[in-house]
């Protein structure tokens, strides 16, 4: 019995040995092929998605576009304050009618109210001569109907609508103005 267990023994070691063997060989890696040219569709680490291209260029005709309303605006800015030179050197119904176009049609918020504020106080610092109180507000109340609704109902201007009903003589028979 001890020889049957002994040759049991000794076919078992050469079975394991056996797989043993076999295991090693398929488990040794076969070469591989490291290739020099990147994978098909693989696109590199650092170049932008499109995504990201398409955002750039967002950007870039967002800024373009700012950059055109504020040089607009510029224009429109310099072309407001030169009306206001010219009224301030000469004052007359025709530069006080210039500045007034130019204010309402700039559309600068806030150029109509500094423009007609200029206008009336330069009347009743009797300044400005040739025109009657009734014709000033019936000039200031006919550009003020040119501004964009918006800027017409704001509450800056209901002080305005007062001075123009106060120099049409139409602010003691109505105490509140429409429009």
């Known amino acids: 019995m001890l020889l049957l267990i002994a040759v049991l023994a000794s076919l078992s070691a050469a079975f394991l040995l056996f ?9 040794r890696p076969a070469p591989t092929f490291i290739s020099t ?39 429109a800015r310099e072309s407001v304050d030169r009306a206001l ?18 204010a309402t049609s700039s559309g600068l918020e806030g150029a ?14 009797s300044r400005l001569t040739g025109i009657a109180e009734s014709d000033l507000a019936a000039l ?16 800056e201007l209901f002080w305005l609508k007062q001075e123009i009903a106060d120099l049409a003589g139409t602010r003691a028979a109505s105490p509140q103005m429409n429009g």
């Open 37 to 75: 040219e990147p994978p098909p569709n693989a696109r590199p680490l650092f170049e932008p998605t499109k995504e990201e291209l398409r955002r750039e260029a967002d950007e870039k005709a967002a800024k373009a576009i700012a950059r055109r309303e504020y040089h607009a605006s510029a224009k």
């Open 112 to 125: 109509f109210l500094r423009a007609a504020n200029e206008i009336i106080e330069d009347l009743r610092a």
């Open 140 to 155: 200031l109340d006919s550009h003020l109907r040119l501004l964009p609704a918006k800027e017409r109902s704001s509450g």
């Open 19 to 27: 797989r043993y063997a076999n295991r090693r060989d398929r488990e």
């Open 85 to 102: 030179l010219d009224w301030r050197s000469n004052h007359n119904i025709k530069t006080a009618g210039e500045l007034l176009r130019v």
